[in-house]
């Protein structure tokens, strides 16, 4: 990837109305984030919205700054993107790390819970987090107060590798009094991880977003202390939808707290007390995992040009076939008389002026409005 692309996917990945999904579709499209970017006026025509990317030198200077820093940019395509995050229906465009980006490459087990986690359940995170390290495990958690400080500290305790993904900036380390773990995770070893531009105050729209990102990265899950309707329970089923394995601690019928993971376990979670549950039933490492790449009916070259742009009332008939109901991509081809790749294109432009949602599966809805 040149330095130009580089910056040219930086850009479009800031841009706003330009989610992981869109970025993706726009890529595939275009064949590179810098004919995307040409070609977004066009969108915006049709779709009667605005796409403003950030100045290049914006990008620029949010590049020097994490260089600055010590730390780096991962882009979907390139060699050192975490494998298993690239196979999400939505995978980050873009990674901000700070420290060892290749721990990211390394067989995870993710370790989550409650913030107002128990004396008990802070310290079975702990001991679980440094039974999982000795034994060749990274541990991923998201930083938060409680059952994931606790995982990162005793996996920095067994001299292990571990793996903060964090809500805000790599700039903004939250909350506050863990700013003094998150480098000492850079500086021993592990990595921190962002997908939001420098400065970025977390707010709790981006939770989901970064538990995504260690459902992601994980081959397993555990859940320790959980209360219903949690965010780590959000990031269980993020993890279940990626085929990832789950484990969860049993606790206290009386505690709230353990209402969650014996919930998990009820519906067939594995049920843990040590990190010899986790070792006994994680799946091997994938090999060969194939990393995102252009679809060739998506590129845009000389020697393949593009269609010339579906006409409305195309788009029209299409949308009048999705309804609330999700329905396969696959579907809409075989019942209507456009070709794949120009149904993706509408598909595009309908999703972009926020018409329809794509849903995991390759299926499609009306948005609600």
Request: net charge neutral; proline share 8%; aromatic share 2%.
């Amino acid at each position: 990837m040149t330095p130009a692309e580089a910056l040219a996917r930086l850009r479009l990945s800031r841009t706003e109305g330009i989610g992981p999904a869109n970025f993706r579709r726009l890529v595939q499209r275009h064949g590179s984030a810098a004919a995307a970017l040409a070609a977004l006026p066009g969108h915006a025509a049709r779709s009667g919205r605005a796409f403003t990317a950030p100045p290049l030198a914006e990008a620029e200077r949010e590049m020097q700054a994490v260089a600055r820093m010590g730390g780096d940019f991962l882009f979907l395509d390139s060699p050192g993107y975490p494998p298993l995050l690239a196979l999400l229906e939505d995978p980050p465009p873009v990674l901000a790390v700070l420290g060892d980006a290749g721990v990211l490459k390394r067989r995870q087990v993710g370790v989550v819970g409650a913030r107002a986690a128990s004396a008990a359940g802070r310290r079975l995170a702990e001991e679980l987090a440094a039974g999982l390290c000795t034994a060749g495990i990274a541990v991923t958690s998201g930083l938060a107060r409680g059952i994931d400080t606790a995982a990162h500290q005793g996996a920095l305790g067994a001299q292990g590798r571990t793996i903060a993904v964090v809500a805000g900036g790599l700039d903004v380390p939250y909350p506050a009094e863990n700013t003094a773990l998150q480098a000492r995770i850079a500086a021993e070893g592990g990595v921190v991880v962002s997908e939001a531009p420098l400065g970025t105050a977390p707010m709790a729209r981006h939770f989901p977003r970064r538990n995504r990102i260690v459902a992601g990265l994980v081959l397993g899950l555990v859940v320790v202390e959980a209360a219903p309707r949690s965010g780590s329970l959000i990031t269980a089923r993020l993890a279940l939808e990626a085929g990832r394995e789950l484990f969860a601690v049993p606790g206290n019928p009386m505690d709230p707290r353990a209402r969650g993971g014996n919930d998990l376990i009820r519906q067939g979670a594995h049920l843990t007390e040590g990190a010899e549950d986790v070792l006994a039933n994680l799946p091997a490492q994938p090999l060969d995992l194939p990393l995102f790449s252009m679809r060739p009916e998506f590129r845009n070259t000389a020697e393949s040009p593009s269609e010339a742009p579906p006409p409305a009332e195309s788009a029209g008939q299409l949308l009048e076939l999705i309804g609330t109901v999700p329905v396969a991509v696959d579907d809409l081809v075989r019942r209507c008389q456009l070709s794949a790749p120009s149904v993706q294109a509408i598909l595009l432009d309908l999703e972009l002026s926020g018409l329809v949602e794509t849903l995991p599966g390759n299926r499609v809805v009306r948005s609600v409005t």
